[in-house]
C-alpha cells in the first residue's frame, strides 16, 4: 500500500515540478519551488526510482499522444450490432451585418448566455448528486432536467436554459470521459473500463448496489452479445473478497484524486448561442435584397420586440438551403467586425448498406490507395517529389541567403577596425541581401502549390477509389497511429506521413459523408505477415517488393498489406487480442505477433505432414 501512495506522490511532483501550469492548477509559483527543493533533495533517492520504475518515465509521453491526437481523426462507425449512424450533420453559413443597436443586444445576449453556461457547470459541480448522468452524458434523465428547472435563474426564457445546460452537461462529461480514459492506461480495473462502475466508485456506492445496478443494466439489453460485457463486470464484483474491493476503491480514489486535479473544472470564454424554434425563426425575406431574414427573441427582453436581421450568404450555400432538409437548430455567434455569423445545420440521411463485400485499403505514397482486389489508385509519389526538388531547394536558398547575412554582421562584429570604404560597402550588402530576403515570395509561393497539388491528387484519388466500389462494400483500413507522425525526423518522412494521414482522413470523410461504411483495424504487422503461411518478419519486405522468408510467396508489398487489412476485419482471434489489450498497445503487438507465429508453426507442421 505505502508503494502505491508513494508512486502516486512522485507521479505528482514530476508533473508539477514539470512547470506546467495549464495542465496542472498549481499557479502558486512558490508552492512549486518548494515542491522543488523537497524533490532535489532527496534526488538520490527518487532518480533510482524513477529509472526502475518506466511507468513514470512513459507518462509525460503518454500525455503528449493523449493530447496531440484522437480527436482530429473521423471517428469510424461501430458496426457490430449498434445501429447505423445514418444521420450525419454539415451546416451552412449565413452571416448579417445587423446595425450597431441590434449587435450590442446580440453581444449582450452572447455574453450573458455565456455566463449562464459557466454558472450551470458550477451548480452542477458542487451538487454532487448527478455524477452518474454526467458520466453517461445522459441529457434525458428526468432528475436532472428537474434540477436545470430548479436552478434556473429568474427572468432566464426555458429554451435558452435549457440550451446552456446541454452545454453545461456536455463539457463535465467529456471531463469525466478524459479522467476516465487516463485511469484506464494508470490502473485498468472494471471500475475505470465500465462508466457505471465509473460513476458509483466516484461516490463510493456500495459492492451490493454495484452488481445490482450492473445486473439491472444486463437484465434490459436484449442481445446476450452485448450484454456480455456487463456479466463479465458483475461476476468480477461478485468473485472479489471485501478486502479486496475495499483496496481496489481505495487505489481508485487515490489516482482519481490525482488525475482529476489535472482536468480543470471547464470554464467556457465564449459560447454560440444555439437557438431552437421556440426562440428563432428563419424566413425567405420579403422585399430585401438579402435571401433569408432570422428573427430572434431577446434572451434579455422576455416578451419584448424581437431582434431581426437580413442574412446573406453564398450561391452555393442558398442551393444547399433549398435543396436539404434544414434542421429547426441553428448557432449564432457574434465576431469583433460586428458581422453575425448563423450556423444552420442539416442532416443528410442515409440508408444502412448492405455490406455483404469486403475491400481491404492500404494507403501509401507511391500509389495512393492499393486495394485487396489489387488495384491501385492514384500517386503522391509526383507530388511528394515536388516538394523535395522544388520547394526545398526554393527554401534552401532563401536559408542560404540569410545565412551569408548572418556572416557579414558577425564578421563586422569581429572586425571593429576596419577601413571606412569596406565597412560600408559590406553594410550595403548586407542591406541588399535583407531586401531579398524580404522580397522573396517564389519559394512561399511554391509551398502553396504543392499543398495545392496534394489535395488535388488526394480529391481525384479518392474518387477514383470511390467509383469503383458500390455502397454493399465495406472498406477496411488500418487505423493511423499517432506516434507514426512524431517520429520520423527526416523532413521528407514527415512530408509523406502528413500526406498519407491526409489521404486516409479525407477517405474516411468521404465515405462517412457519402454514406458508405468502412471500418478501423489495427495496423500493427499488416505489412510484414505473409498472407499465405503467417510468417512474419521484417525481412520479408524489402520496399516495393514482398517475398515470404518461409514459405516464398512474392507479390507486391502495397497489396500484401491490403490483403492483410482485408483479413484482419474478421479474424477473431486477432480482434480478441486487441481488445483485450486496447490500452496496452505494446502488450497488443506481442499477442498479435504471437498469434501469427502460432499459425506459421501449424503452417510449417501441415506442410511436412502433406511431404
Ligand atoms: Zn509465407
Given at each position: 500500500?505505502?508503494?502505491?501512495?508513494?508512486?502516486?506522490?512522485?507521479?505528482?511532483?514530476?508533473?508539477?515540478?514539470?512547470?506546467?501550469?495549464?495542465?496542472?492548477?498549481?499557479?502558486?509559483?512558490?508552492?512549486?519551488?518548494?515542491?522543488?527543493?523537497?524533490?532535489?533533495?532527496?534526488?538520490?533517492?527518487?532518480?533510482?526510482?524513477?529509472?526502475?520504475?518506466?511507468?513514470?518515465?512513459?507518462?509525460?509521453?503518454?500525455?503528449?499522444?493523449?493530447?496531440?491526437?484522437?480527436?482530429?481523426?473521423?471517428?469510424?462507425?461501430?458496426?457490430?450490432?449498434?445501429?447505423?449512424?445514418?444521420?450525419?450533420?454539415?451546416?451552412?453559413?449565413?452571416?448579417?451585418?445587423?446595425?450597431?443597436?441590434?449587435?450590442?443586444?446580440?453581444?449582450?445576449?452572447?455574453?450573458?448566455?455565456?455566463?449562464?453556461?459557466?454558472?450551470?457547470?458550477?451548480?452542477?459541480?458542487?451538487?454532487?448528486?448527478?455524477?452518474?448522468?454526467?458520466?453517461?452524458?445522459?441529457?434525458?434523465?428526468?432528475?436532472?432536467?428537474?434540477?436545470?428547472?430548479?436552478?434556473?435563474?429568474?427572468?432566464?426564457?426555458?429554451?435558452?436554459?435549457?440550451?446552456?445546460?446541454?452545454?453545461?452537461?456536455?463539457?463535465?462529461?467529456?471531463?469525466?470521459?478524459?479522467?476516465?480514459?487516463?485511469?484506464?492506461?494508470?490502473?485498468?480495473?472494471?471500475?475505470?473500463?465500465?462508466?457505471?462502475?465509473?460513476?458509483?466508485?466516484?461516490?463510493?456506492?456500495?459492492?451490493?448496489?454495484?452488481?445490482?445496478?450492473?445486473?439491472?443494466?444486463?437484465?434490459?439489453?436484449?442481445?446476450?452479445?452485448?450484454?456480455?460485457?456487463?456479466?463479465?463486470?458483475?461476476?468480477?464484483?461478485?468473485?472479489?473478497?471485501?478486502?479486496?474491493?475495499?483496496?481496489?476503491?481505495?487505489?481508485?480514489?487515490?489516482?482519481?484524486?490525482?488525475?482529476?486535479?489535472?482536468?480543470?473544472?471547464?470554464?467556457?470564454?465564449?459560447?454560440?448561442?444555439?437557438?431552437?424554434?421556440?426562440?428563432?425563426?428563419?424566413?425567405?425575406?420579403?422585399?430585401?435584397?438579402?435571401?433569408?431574414?432570422?428573427?430572434?427573441?431577446?434572451?434579455?427582453?422576455?416578451?419584448?420586440?424581437?431582434?431581426?436581421?437580413?442574412?446573406?450568404?453564398?450561391?452555393?450555400?442558398?442551393?444547399?438551403?433549398?435543396?436539404?432538409?434544414?434542421?429547426?437548430?441553428?448557432?449564432?455567434?457574434?465576431?469583433?467586425?460586428?458581422?453575425?455569423?448563423?450556423?444552420?445545420?442539416?442532416?443528410?440521411?442515409?440508408?444502412?448498406?448492405?455490406?455483404?463485400?469486403?475491400?481491404?485499403?492500404?494507403?501509401?505514397?507511391?500509389?495512393?490507395?492499393?486495394?485487396?482486389?489489387?488495384?491501385?489508385?492514384?500517386?503522391?509519389?509526383?507530388?511528394?517529389?515536388?516538394?523535395?526538388?522544388?520547394?526545398?531547394?526554393?527554401?534552401?536558398?532563401?536559408?542560404?541567403?540569410?545565412?551569408?547575412?548572418?556572416?557579414?554582421?558577425?564578421?563586422?562584429?569581429?572586425?571593429?577596425?576596419?577601413p571606412e570604404d569596406v565597412r560600408r560597402s559590406l553594410i550595403q550588402k548586407m542591406d541588399k541581401l535583407e531586401q531579398m530576403i524580404q522580397k522573396a515570395k517564389v519559394p512561399y509561393r511554391k509551398n502553396r502549390h504543392y499543398y495545392e497539388m496534394l489535395d488535388h491528387e488526394i480529391k481525384s484519388s479518392i474518387d477514383e477509389y470511390i467509383a469503383s466500389i458500390d455502397h454493399e462494400t465495406l472498406t477496411v483500413l488500418e487505423k493511423l497511429d499517432i506516434k507514426e507522425f512524431n517520429c520520423s525526423r527526416k523532413s521528407n518522412g514527415k512530408r509523406s506521413m502528413f500526406a498519407r494521414g491526409q489521404l486516409q482522413k479525407k477517405l474516411m470523410e468521404t465515405l462517412n459523408w457519402k454514406g458508405y461504411d468502412f471500418k478501423e483495424i489495427e495496423p500493427a504487422y499488416t505489412s510484414q505477415a505473409c498472407p499465405v503461411c503467417s510468417y512474419t518478419d521484417k525481412t520479408n519486405r524489402d520496399n516495393?517488393?514482398?517475398?515470404?522468408?518461409?514459405?516464398?510467396?512474392?507479390?507486391?508489398?502495397?497489396?500484401?498489406?491490403?490483403?492483410?487489412?482485408?483479413?484482419?476485419?474478421?479474424?477473431?482471434?486477432?480482434?480478441?487480442?486487441?481488445?483485450?489489450?486496447?490500452?496496452?498497445?505494446?502488450?497488443?503487438?506481442?499477442?498479435?505477433?504471437?498469434?501469427?507465429?502460432?499459425?506459421?508453426?501449424?503452417?510449417?507442421?501441415?506442410?511436412?505432414?502433406?511431404?
Open positions: 500500500m505505502g508503494k502505491i501512495v508513494f508512486s502516486i506522490l512522485l507521479k505528482v511532483i514530476f508533473r508539477m515540478t514539470s512547470g506546467n501550469p495549464r495542465q496542472f492548477n498549481c499557479r502558486d509559483e512558490s508552492a512549486r519551488f518548494q515542491l522543488l527543493i523537497f524533490t532535489f533533495s532527496c534526488e538520490d533517492f527518487l532518480w533510482k526510482y524513477y529509472k526502475k520504475s518506466p511507468n513514470i518515465r512513459n507518462f509525460r509521453h503518454i500525455r503528449y499522444i493523449n493530447s496531440k491526437g484522437g480527436d482530429s481523426m473521423p471517428k469510424a462507425r461501430k458496426r457490430k450490432d449498434t445501429q447505423f449512424d445514418n444521420k450525419i450533420v454539415k451546416s451552412v453559413f449565413l452571416y448579417g451585418n445587423p446595425t450597431k443597436d441590434k449587435t450590442d443586444k446580440i453581444r449582450a445576449m452572447q455574453i450573458a448566455f455565456t455566463k449562464l453556461i459557466n454558472q450551470y457547470i458550477q451548480k452542477l459541480i458542487g451538487s454532487n448528486e448527478f455524477t452518474m448522468q454526467l458520466v453517461k452524458a445522459d441529457k434525458k434523465d428526468s432528475k436532472i432536467r428537474a434540477f436545470e428547472k430548479v436552478i434556473r435563474p429568474k427572468g432566464v426564457n426555458a429554451a435558452y436554459g435549457q440550451n446552456a445546460f446541454d452545454i453545461a452537461l456536455t463539457q463535465l462529461s467529456n471531463r469525466f470521459d478524459n479522467i476516465r480514459i487516463d485511469m484506464c492506461k494508470e490502473c485498468e480495473s472494471v471500475f475505470t473500463k465500465s462508466k457505471v462502475l465509473f460513476a458509483m466508485s466516484i461516490d463510493g456506492k456500495s459492492r451490493m448496489d454495484m452488481i445490482d445496478s450492473i445486473k439491472k443494466i444486463s437484465a434490459a439489453i436484449k442481445s446476450k452479445k452485448d450484454s456480455s460485457f456487463y456479466d463479465d463486470c458483475a461476476k468480477q464484483l461478485a468473485e472479489m473478497k471485501d478486502s479486496e474491493f475495499n483496496f481496489a476503491q481505495h487505489e481508485f480514489r487515490v489516482i482519481y484524486d490525482m488525475v482529476s486535479c489535472e482536468y480543470k473544472i471547464p470554464y467556457v470564454k465564449r459560447s454560440q448561442i444555439p437557438l431552437d424554434s421556440r426562440i428563432m425563426e428563419i424566413k425567405p425575406s420579403e422585399d430585401i435584397k438579402a435571401p433569408y431574414v432570422i428573427s430572434i427573441s431577446n434572451m434579455l427582453d422576455v416578451g419584448g420586440p424581437k431582434i431581426v436581421v437580413p442574412l446573406n450568404t453564398s450561391k452555393h450555400s442558398l442551393h444547399k438551403i433549398q435543396t436539404r432538409k434544414m434542421a429547426g437548430m441553428v448557432s449564432i455567434s457574434m465576431d469583433i467586425q460586428r458581422c453575425l455569423k448563423v450556423d444552420w445545420s442539416y442532416q443528410n440521411c442515409v440508408s444502412q448498406p448492405k455490406t455483404s463485400k469486403m475491400i481491404g485499403v492500404d494507403t501509401g505514397i507511391s500509389d495512393a490507395f492499393h486495394t485487396s482486389d489489387n488495384k491501385a489508385i492514384g500517386s503522391m509519389s509526383p507530388v511528394i517529389d515536388f516538394y523535395k526538388n522544388v520547394v526545398e531547394t526554393s527554401f534552401a536558398s532563401l536559408s542560404d541567403m540569410r545565412n551569408k547575412k548572418r556572416s557579414i554582421r558577425h564578421y563586422l562584429r569581429r572586425h571593429k577596425n576596419l516495393k517488393r514482398f517475398k515470404c522468408q518461409c514459405c516464398g510467396y512474392e507479390a507486391d508489398a502495397d497489396y500484401v498489406g491490403a490483403l492483410n487489412i482485408r483479413a484482419r476485419a474478421d479474424d477473431k482471434e486477432i480482434l480478441d487480442v486487441c481488445e483485450k489489450y486496447k490500452y496496452k498497445h505494446d502488450e497488443m503487438q506481442k499477442h498479435i505477433k504471437m498469434v501469427y507465429h502460432a499459425r506459421n508453426e501449424k503452417y510449417k507442421a501441415e506442410a511436412t505432414e502433406a511431404m
